[in-house]
C-alpha cells in the first residue's frame, strides 16, 4: 500500500521555522520526484517545491530563498525547511509522488498525494 505521510505542521509566529516530513512507504522511492504542495481556504492548490530522484530541485518564487528541499534516501524521506515565515505560507501543506526523473510543477503529475498537514503563521 503506497504511504504519503506528512508531520511537522503546526502554528507559528511571523519570522519563525517549522520544518515538515514526507514519509514514503509502499513504491520505490528512488523512482519518483517527491513535491510539496500547499492549498490555503478559498485558493486553488500550488506548487511549492519539488525534488527529483537526482537531487533537482524546484521552488515556488514565493518560497524562494526560505524554503530548502531535502531528501534522505535511506528514510524514504523528504523535508521542508521552511524559514522566516509569512503569514501568507498559512495553508495546508501535502506531499505527492510522481513518477518520473524530472520535476514536475504541477498537480496532474502526480500520482499520489498524502493527507496533509496545517501550517499557520500568525502574525
Known amino acids: 500500500e503506497v504511504q504519503l505521510v506528512e508531520s511537522g505542521g503546526g502554528l507559528v509566529q511571523a519570522g519563525g521555522s517549522l520544518r515538515l516530513s514526507c514519509a514514503a512507504s509502499?513504491?520505490?522511492?528512488?523512482?519518483?520526484?517527491i513535491g510539496w504542495f500547499r492549498q490555503a481556504p478559498g485558493k486553488e492548490r500550488e506548487g511549492v517545491s519539488c525534488?527529483?530522484?537526482?537531487?533537482?530541485?524546484y521552488y515556488g518564487d514565493s518560497v524562494k530563498g526560505r524554503f530548502t528541499i531535502s531528501s534522505d534516501n535511506a528514510k524514504n524521506t523528504v523535508y521542508l525547511q521552511m524559514n522566516s515565515l509569512k503569514p501568507e505560507d498559512t495553508a495546508v501543506y501535502y506531499c505527492?509522488?510522481?513518477?518520473?526523473?524530472?520535476?514536475?510543477?504541477?498537480?496532474?503529475?502526480?500520482?499520489?498525494w498524502g493527507q496533509g498537514t496545517q501550517v499557520t503563521v500568525s502574525s
Open positions: 505527492a509522488a510522481a513518477y518520473t526523473v524530472f520535476v514536475p510543477t504541477t498537480t496532474r503529475n502526480y500520482n499520489y
Open positions: 509502499g513504491f520505490t522511492f528512488d523512482d519518483y520526484a
Open positions: 525534488i527529483s530522484s537526482d537531487g533537482s530541485t
